[in-house]
Nanobody, 122 residues
Framework: QVQLVESGGGLVQPGGSLRLSCQAS????????MGWYRQAPGKQRELVAR???????NYADSVKGRFTISRDNGQNTVYLQMNSLKPEDTAVYYC????????????????WGQGTQVTVSS
C-alpha cells in the first residue's frame, strides 16, 4: 500500500496564500501522476491540479494563474502553492496518486490521502 500524508491546510483570509504538501510512503516502485482534488460541502470532488512524472501539469480553469503544483521525486512529495485565495476555494483538499508497488511493479493503483481542510474567510 501507499500512504499519502497531507499537510499545510488551515484558515486564511481572502487574497492570502497557503502551501499544501503531500508525501507518499510505502513499498513504492514508481509514482506516476500526483495530483490534488478538492471537495466543498454539498459538491462533488473535483480536480484542482495534477503533475506527471515528466513534470507536465494541468489545472482546473478556476485555479489557473493562482495555484502552482510541483513535485520532488526524490522525496515522493507533491506541493500545491495556492495564492490569491478566494472564499470559493474553501474545501477539503485531497492528495491523489497513481503508483506501483515493488511487489507488483507492473500494476498501477490509485491512492487517496485523508484530506486537509482549507478555509478562506475574513
Amino acid at each position: 500500500q501507499v500512504q499519502l500524508v497531507e499537510s499545510g491546510g488551515g484558515l486564511v483570509q481572502p487574497g492570502g496564500s497557503l502551501r499544501l504538501s503531500c508525501q507518499a510512503s510505502g513499498n513504492i516502485f514508481t509514482i506516476y501522476v500526483m495530483g490534488w482534488y478538492r471537495q466543498a460541502p454539498g459538491k462533488q470532488r473535483e480536480l484542482v491540479a495534477r503533475i506527471d512524472s515528466g513534470f507536465n501539469t494541468n489545472y482546473a480553469d478556476s485555479v489557473k494563474g493562482r495555484f502552482t503544483i510541483s513535485r520532488d521525486n526524490g522525496q515522493n512529495t507533491v506541493y500545491l502553492q495556492m495564492n490569491s485565495l478566494k472564499p470559493e476555494d474553501t474545501a477539503v483538499y485531497y492528495c491523489n496518486t497513481d503508483a506501483a508497488l515493488v511487489e507488483r511493479p507492473m500494476s498501477v493503483d490509485n491512492y487517496w490521502g485523508q484530506g486537509t481542510q482549507v478555509t478562506v474567510s475574513s
